[in-house]
């Protein structure tokens, strides 16, 4: 399998710099009525491999759901480091104090890992999350990969970028904003390629079914049930 495209700097910073995100699965019943699902995570990001790993026990709803649907959604945010934050930092630009500036709304592909692969990277979701050994080690507890294939980026202005693996253009600066909306501006924060600032509220370039096409995805996360034997 081909290795998964780089994330843009901003999005491999945000990961690298916290291991909480709020992960969404989500399935459709018999009667046709989806039931999504949402779980606060830790997770481990691995640079060099592009991928973020998370764990949970099989009896969990979200694992059910991973196994019937591979297709997830994680949110991750730089909250302040005290209270709720307010607009008078970063010289009166709008920079909430404490620090938060972004958040970033990820969709991918969930892989159940089994075999060495699972283990191999047990051992680094574990080395990440120190005191968190009750939710990884164990028989019952699998180990989930997960390749990221369209990320959207907004911060405290209310502008957004969006990046999807599909992209091979460069980053473009040029955009018809709405109304009443500032332009998002890409600069060195949106370099990874693909990246394209785009003014709130418009629509996102891809398409859930097309972010699922990406070459170097598991043939088997595709279908229902993802899961991936160790190589």
């Known amino acids: 399998r081909p290795p998964p495209p780089p994330l843009p700097a901003v999005v491999a910073r945000m990961l690298e710099s916290t291991s909480l ?27 060099a491999e592009s991928v973020i790993i998370v764990s949970t026990a099989m009896t969990t709803k979200k694992f059910a759901q991973m196994q019937a649907s591979p297709q997830v959604a994680l949110l ?25 500036t972004v958040t970033i709304t990820l969709n991918g592909v969930a892989v159940i890992e089994t075999g060495e692969e699972a283990e191999r990277h047990r051992a680094l979701h574990l080395r990440g999350n120190p005191g968190y050994e009750q939710f990884i080690l164990g028989d019952s507890i699998a180990i989930i990969c997960i390749f990221v294939n369209y990320a959207r980026i907004c911060n405290v202005r209310d502008e957004v970028q969006h990046w999807s693996a599909g992209d091979t253009s460069p980053p473009s600066p040029r955009q018809t904003p709405l109304q009443g909306r500032r332009r998002a501006p890409v600069d060195d924060a949106g370099s990874g390629a693909g990246l394209k600032g785009r003014s709130s509220g418009q629509p996102s370039p891809v398409e859930p079914t097309d972010a699922l096409h990406g070459a170097y995805l ?14």
């Open 218 to 231: 598991p043939k088997e996360a595709l279908t229902k049930g993802a899961s991936r034997a160790a190589p």
């Open 76 to 100: 991750v945010h730089d909250f302040p480091d005290h209270g709720r934050g307010d607009s008078t930092g970063d010289e009166g630009r709008g920079t909430p104090r404490g620090g938060a």
């Open 21 to 47: 995100a709020y992960l969404t699965t989500s399935t459709v019943g018999p009667d046709g009525v989806s039931s999504p699902h949402v779980s606060l995570m830790r997770f481990t990001y691995v640079h």
